[in-house]
């Protein structure tokens, strides 16, 4: 979708619709819809009158301007409540708006960052750029014939107060570069299996270094094998897809300068290995490399956007299948810091291949670290869709992510890493063995995780309860929903700006 900033007034745009908001109550005398309703000699109050619009959230009524205006249509879009209204809200109405636009065949779309909605001109410009595209997104890349191929092509933010357009038109750019690789990351997600190989995954990965001018590079089983990544080359034994572990590598600081980690769990397939999941929504694990694709779309926009920190993405890429040399409940691996796993269920893979990827980002110096991983079903029985998990060992760090995934309008909880967690780890053969039972089953993954990355500051996300969608709703469709990207790019930004202390 192509994204513009216009001084202007919006009633003067030709765009083939215009968007308007109004609030539950629907007072139309103030802000965009008040110039828009002068210029169509009070139609939209007239509509508010005969209740046809009361400004209700997913409220969207359509207005034919009959030649008053140059745009041929207005959408009256409802935000709710005035009390409960944010960024977020924002977000959804526009996709409900973008959805409805779509249908009605509007190929280009006018809004304005509406002081009157209280939000920042940059923040309220993004909220509207990131929920026109995210609502907007379809998966068709293996639909021979969509059922409706139109779309919306242009948006354009028009801003009338010359003091406010640049605010404007950076809070689309980054709306923009944010939502876009959020959409990338959803289209990662929602591939099949069977063509979102783990080396294809690589290959992705280098189509977006080569276009970002990111350095790539992909270590092979043998690199692994050097390194000593058997908890990771234990769970790829039992698939015919080599595994890559790949690594994007951007520099926006000084050499010297510290590197945020950012290491996605890459699992393209899940079907549980030996310890094999029930058939039923087996086909979801196809999303379980969410995470990497996460962390690759974060470190792409973070790039477009010239953030002033060096970034460094691992994504430690495998199926996890059931093949005649796959790896054995009650086999025992050595991760690549020595410590000695006993793998007493091959469905908890994702903490292994992490475990080595998380002791590479030791080696390579990162600091802090952040994992996004679609880790534990206990994620969704805790946090539902709602939230996204996470563990740390960094306080600070963790209150920056906290504080990033708001502005994204993302959630996210913390859970406790207690000490008295750490004994259900207890193997009678290993150092540690790889799942600690039912209890707390979200918890132990991440204590798990600690014994990897040590000291090194580190938050883990778990978002395997808020990847998957099985409605439209809002910013979300159904399949891969991307959760996470934005909060990390936030993060990234916010890093950049204030280094975390010491
Ligand atoms: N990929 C799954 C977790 C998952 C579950 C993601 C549902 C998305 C939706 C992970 O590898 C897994 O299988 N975890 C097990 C761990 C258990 C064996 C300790 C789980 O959560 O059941
Ligand atoms: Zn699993
Ligand atoms: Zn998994």
């Not at 290995?273 to 690759?296: F, L, W, Y």
């Not at 980002?361 to 880790?375: C, E, I, K, N, Y």
Request: with cysteine; proline share 4%.
């Amino acid at each position: 979708m192509q994204i513009g900033v216009q001084t202007g007034e919006l009633k003067d745009s030709s765009a083939k619709a215009i968007i308007v908001t109004v609030f539950d109550g629907a007072n139309t005398s103030t802000g965009a819809v008040a110039e828009v309703d002068r210029a169509l000699d009070g139609a939209i109050s007239r509509l508010v009158e005969e209740g046809d619009v009361a400004g209700k959230s997913k409220e969207a009524t359509l207005v034919h301007t009959l030649g008053r205006i140059p745009s041929p249509r207005v959408l009256v879009l409802g935000l709710g409540k005035s009390e409960a209204f944010d960024g977020q809200a924002l977000r959804n109405a526009l996709a409900v708006a973008a959805r409805y636009l779509r249908r009605a065949g509007a190929e280009s779309v006018a809004i304005s960052a509406d002081p009157s909605l209280g939000l920042a001109p940059d923040a309220c410009a993004q909220a509207i750029v990131e929920g026109i595209i995210l609502g907007h997104y379809r998966y068709l890349v293996h639909k021979k014939e969509p059922e409706d191929k139109r779309e919306i092509r242009e948006l354009t933010l028009v801003e009338a107060d010359a003091s406010r357009v640049e605010a404007v038109r950076l809070g689309a750019e980054r709306g923009q570069v944010s939502a876009e690789a959020t959409t990338w990351a959803r289209d990662m997600a929602n591939e099949p299996a069977n063509f979102l190989t783990p080396s294809e995954l690589a290959e992705r990965a280098r189509q977006v270094a080569q276009e970002q001018g990111l350095e790539y590079e992909v270590l092979e089983r043998k690199d692994m094998e050097e390194l000593g990544m058997e908890a990771f080359l234990g769970v790829a034994q039992g698939s015919q897809q080599p595994p890559k572990l790949i690594v994007l590598r951007y520099r926006g600081a000084a050499p010297e300068a510290k590197t945020l980690g950012l290491v996605g769990k890459g699992i393209t397939f899940d079907s549980g290995g030996i310890s094999i999941k029930p058939s039923q929504g087996m086909h979801e694990m196809k999303a379980d490399m969410a995470g990497g694709a996460d962390v690759i779309a974060a470190i792409r926009a973070l790039a477009q956007l010239k953030a002033k920190l060096n970034v460094t993405a691992i994504v430690p890429a495998t199926e996890n299948m059931p093949g005649g040399s796959a790896q054995r409940p009650g086999d025992v691996v050595r991760a690549m810091n020595g410590k000695t796993i006993e793998v007493v269920n091959t469905d908890a893979e994702g903490r292994l291949i992490l475990a080595d990827a998380l002791c590479y980002a030791r080696m390579l110096g990162l600091s802090p670290v952040v994992d996004v991983a679609t880790l534990t079903g206990a994620i969704s029985v805790a946090l539902g869709k709602v939230a996204f998990g996470a563990m740390t060992n960094d306080d600070a760090l963790f209150e920056r992510v906290r504080q990033a995934a708001e502005a994204a309008g993302e959630k996210v909880w913390q859970l406790p890493l207690f000490e008295e967690y750490k004994e259900k780890l207890d193997s009678e053969v290993a150092d540690i063995k790889n799942v600690g039972g039912r209890e707390a089953g979200s918890i132990t993954a991440a204590i798990f995780l600690k014994e990897f990355i040590e000291d090194t500051p580190w938050v883990h996300l778990d978002v395997a309860g808020v990847d998957q969608h099985d409605e439209v709703k809002g910013i979300f469709l159904k399949g891969s929903s991307g959760t996470g990207v934005r909060t990390l790019i936030n993060l990234g930004l916010s890093l950049a700006e204030r280094p975390l202390s010491g």
